[in-house]
């Protein structure tokens, strides 16, 4: 753990071993981008827990809103965050409370301080990058839509 998260075998193993996620900021409305990649997690395998105090009680996709990170009663390995980089830092510090794996800031989000924080406390930790896209990108779902993946070969990597 704690390897820089922008290689490609770190990716990797992250979006392999994190099969529980949190999104943090997940919203209820379809056209938004976290509910698309929420969506695209749920049909690749992934355990969605939506994290919105706006929608806490409540169901989206399915699953259980909580209100925040803390109120998650089973284990997560991946806290998710569709947050401004300037909220991030105390979702880094639940995270790390409720023992993740991993911190990831979506596209957009970049907040450095949280990184270390939780770099030094163990966690993996990815920033300014997509779920959807890299998992797309890693484990050949991106050659659909013509995006090029730089990977040539008949066999998608397991």
């Not at 355990?47 to 925040?68: D, Q």
């Not at 990058?129 to 013509?146: M, N």
Request: aromatic share 6%; glycine share 8%.
């Amino acid at each position: 753990m704690n390897a820089a998260a922008d290689d490609i075998p770190t990716l990797r193993r992250i979006l392999k071993d994190c099969r529980t996620v949190a999104v943090v900021g997940l919203s209820d409305q379809w056209h938004r981008p976290s509910y698309f990649v929420a969506k695209y997690l749920q049909d690749h395998g992934y355990r969605v827990i939506p994290v919105n105090p706006r929608y806490a009680g409540g169901t989206i996709l399915g699953e259980k809103v909580f209100a925040s990170l803390d109120e998650i009663g089973e284990p997560v390995d991946m806290v998710d965050v569709f947050r401004r980089s300037e909220d991030v830092l105390p979702i880094a510090e639940a995270a790390m409370r409720i023992g993740a794996k991993c911190l990831w800031q979506q596209i957009g989000v970049a907040n450095a301080e949280a990184d270390a924080l939780v770099r030094a406390a163990g966690l993996d930790s990815v920033m300014d990058r997509c779920t959807k896209i890299e998992h797309g990108r890693l484990f050949g779902g991106l050659h659909w839509t013509g995006v090029n993946t730089r990977v040539v070969s008949a066999r998608r990597p397991v």
